[in-house]
């Protein structure tokens, strides 16, 4: 896994996610891509690639490594991010103060008790696909099914359906459950034809540009992409 590649491609994502959500300018009056190229001028990685290859080294050494989880850098509370490491019990103050000595400045990290592993999540929402997508299950229940993702930051598997209300909800947990599942409302992915490109252009191909719907809030928006760029490198 080249894992200095995927957060490369996860600083792009992450870059378009702040310019999307009117994130332009902090308290000093400089916008994000300044700050970044501040940041790139003064040798920082924004991506903590470093700080994360060495901890995931720690954790693969680690006596009760089957209680790891999962790992991802929040960006809510800090623009330069925090690495998240998610187990699935408490672990030792040793251990927490052993993996804060090999985080260095700028990186830092924090700790959380989740109820299951990355993998436990991967492997319920091929379940969930094996199940969903076709067109048995659609016609049986009524329910579209848009898309399904391992939500490591909410520590669920997402399913986005529609019609989304009471009733469909309910559905898709008697089939799979309410503790490993978090079902949103899903939009059909729509090819948006420019008005002004017809307008202007007569006779001529009008141009057309790919628009994702999407629901929720900044952090749903975030973990699905996390988790898209994520799945590319497994």
């Known amino acids: 896994m080249n894992w200095k590649l995927a957060y490369k491609i996860l600083l ?3 870059m378009l996610f ?3 959500n009117g994130v ?8 994000f891509e300044e700050r970044l190229m501040e940041w790139e001028a003064e040798g920082i990685d924004v991506n903590h690639t470093e700080a994360i290859e060495n901890v995931r080294e720690y954790i693969s050494q680690m006596e009760r490594r089957d209680t790891f989880a999962s790992l991802h850098i929040d960006r809510e509370e800090r623009e330069l991010g925090i690495i998240v490491l998610s187990f ?3 672990v030792s103050p040793i251990v927490v103060e052993e993996i804060e000595a090999i985080v260095e400045d700028p990186a830092q990290v924090s700790f959380r008790v989740v109820s299951f592993t990355e993998q436990e999540l991967i492997e319920k929402q091929r379940e969930i696909d094996g199940v969903v997508f076709g067109d048995e299950f659609a016609e049986k229940e009524g329910i579209s099914v848009f898309h399904t993702a391992t939500d490591i930051i909410n520590n669920k598997v997402e ?3 529609s019609p989304f209300n009471e009733e469909t909800v309910e559905t898709m947990e008697t089939y799979f459950g309410t503790d490993m599942i978090r ?3 899903g939009q059909q992915a ?3 034809i420019g008005e002004d490109a017809s307008n202007s252009l007569e006779g001529d191909a009008v141009g057309e540009e790919a628009s994702l719907e999407h629901q929720g809030d900044k952090q749903g928006l975030f973990s699905r992409l996390l988790n898209w760029l994520r799945s590319l490198f497994r």
């Open 88 to 90: 699935t019990e408490e």
């Open 18 to 20: 702040m310019f999307s």
């Open 190 to 192: 729509q090819l948006l």
């Open 12 to 14: 792009a994502g992450f």
């Open 24 to 31: 332009s300018a902090d308290n000093n009056g400089k916008t």
């Open 183 to 185: 079902v949103v409302e």
């Open 159 to 161: 399913i986005g359906i």
